[in-house]
């Protein structure tokens, strides 16, 4: 089946009990035993739950891949990974992550001893100096956040298996339609499902993904053990979301180019961050590696951080918020919201300054999110 019709079907069956044709929320935690050492699947949901394994069901295919887990948030996918290494184990991951991975990497390096070696991986050898006989993954987010940078995922994944570690790669900014991690050599991806697959910014949730029967079996351990498994609701709110995904990507695209081209010959502007401009530095590794562009625009203001202020402020229709991949377009400042939890120096290292401004481009008319920048940029 195609990519889009999966976003419909994949996973989604008539109910058994009544023929509804959505999944039914199975908001129950346990399940009743037919006999003795005898059930219909489920036993109880933090283990597994009919809704949830529908989602489950649906990633894989989306992902092209053999074993999903839905979890409560994106972090919750990110613990769940990093308990499989073990004290002493070292993981390479890229300098510029999401900033609650990269908080979350050095609370577990400074808690339980796992070397985390944060490293511009855009030249992906330059991974190659960290390796040794202890470090077990490459940890890669591409295109990163919030300056659109990217990790050439193949190239990555090639050497890691040279070197017998796991290559782990977020693929929240682009989500399976922009992206397919797996294809490229990926042995395990993970997702905010908050962000695009969701799409409507009322839920937090996250999956971890994979293609191999030991890193599943690992995984769903993990899930159980650990209790970071996604509560039924959220997820038939993902599940419905991913339904218009295909559409509200081209949207989110479409939107975000547009966006791109207004700021790149916007005189206020100093630098435009998006992967689908040609004068992106890694314009021909997007079109070979992405199938999208993606709705997330960066740029740098020139001037004052009044004036980054009065820009963030100053928009009608963009909402000056973190998070993103809602229907609704965000604007926010990196240095002082989403990446504020980054320690200054790895955030002025790895380029994110005062004068970045990050954009989540949503599907309103193009015209009018082009107007309210216009506006708010004077
Ligand atoms: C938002 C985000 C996360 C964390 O997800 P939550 O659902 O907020 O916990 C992780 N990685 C990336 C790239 C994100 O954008």
Redesign the pocket.
Known sequence: MSFQTDTIHAGVAPDKAYGAIMTPIYQSSTFVFEDIGKHKGFDYTRSGNPTRKALEDSLCALEECSSAVAVT???AA?TTVLNIFRTGDEIICTDDC?G??SRLMKTVEEHFGIRVHFVNLQTAENLLPYVNERTRAVWV?TPS?PLLNLVDIARVASLSRENSLLTIV?N??LSPYGQKPFELGADIVVH?T??YLNGHSDV???AVLSNSEELDQKLKFLVNALGTCAQPFDCWLVLRGIKTLVLRMREHERNAQAVADFLYNHPKVKQVFYPGLPSHPQHELARKQQKSFGGMVSFELDGSIEDVNRVLTGTKLFSLAE??GGVESLIEHPATMSHASMDREHREAAGITENVIRLSVGIEDSDDLLEDLGLALG
């Open positions: 948030t994106g972090m990110i999401y609650g991975t987010e956040n977020d929240t900014f905010s908050t962000k937090v949730g996250g998070s993103l």
